[in-house]
């Protein structure tokens, strides 16, 4: 893999957002955390960036290209929601299914409208969206039989919604240099209710739910100049749960 890509993570001091961060510098590459919940320090690697607002988008964009003469990747990880988010489906606000898609589903289109327009100067870029396999299949109910835990109808259109946009931007913007790619990830163990576990378990092929350290390497590899030939894939990396 190549050395010292300049990569941008979003969300990158959440659950998978930390171990996409320290897979990819163990591969070399100068990595700039971007988070709501950091304070801008580039020399340091670290920018505060809020998804959802163009200006702060912008302005992030702007100072990292400042200080290291481009962007190589972008990767849009961050995971904005509402207090309410999980809400059964039929006591959800309609308000709050139109904040989410904003934060989320704009929130990622706007990242790719802006830093496009940095890669098509460069001439290059990579960048990976974070979808889901509720992106592509419908929830199995049954798992969460025995817990209060549920899915919510806007995790699967926001998700769904995110795969179509990176197959649109990938044709787009293929003839200027510019890759886009989806990796969805199947359910990862953060200490759910037990039975949810249990259940999940038994019906992924490889009977176990997935860890952050197994979703890494793919967003390495897309980022990388390995994958110099790929644009517009969905890489499932679910242990197996999108094909039975």
Excluded at 70 to 83: E, K, L, Q
Excluded at 102 to 129: A, E, P, R, T, W
Excluded at 219 to 227: G, T, V
Aim: proline residues 4%; aromatic residues 10%.
């Amino acid at each position: 893999m190549s050395k010292e890509k300049i990569i941008v993570i979003t969300g990158a001091k959440g659950l998978l957002g930390k171990e996409f961060v320290n897979h990819c510098r163990s591969k070399g590459f100068r990595v700039i955390e971007a988070d709501v919940k950091t304070e801008t320090d580039l020399d340091n690697d670290q920018y505060q960036l809020d998804i959802t607002n163009e200006e702060s988008v912008e302005t992030c964009i702007k100072a990292i290209v400042a200080k290291h003469g481009r962007i190589d990747g972008w990767v849009n990880n961050a995971y904005p929601r509402t207090a309410d988010w999980g809400m059964p489906d039929a006591d959800l606000p309609f308000e709050s299914w139109r904040k989410n898609v904003d934060m989320h589903l704009n929130g990622y289109y706007l990242c790719c409208n802006k830093i496009i327009k940095q890669m098509k100067l460069q001439g290059f870029g990579s960048i990976v969206n974070l979808a889901s396999i509720y992106g592509v299949q419908a929830p199995d109910f049954s798992i969460y039989e025995g817990t209060q835990m549920g899915n919510a109808i806007i995790y699967s259109a926001i998700k769904g919604g995110i795969v179509n946009l990176t197959r649109y931007l990938a044709s787009a913007n293929g003839q200027f240099g510019i890759r886009v790619n989806t990796v969805s990830p199947g359910g990862i163990f953060d200490n759910q209710n037990p039975s949810f576990v249990a259940n999940y378990n038994k019906k992924v092929p490889l009977k176990r739910m997935g860890l952050p350290k197994d979703i890494a390497p793919s967003i390495a590899f897309l980022l990388s100049d390995d994958a110099a030939y790929i644009t517009g894939h969905n890489l499932m990396v679910d242990g197996g749960w999108t094909i039975v």
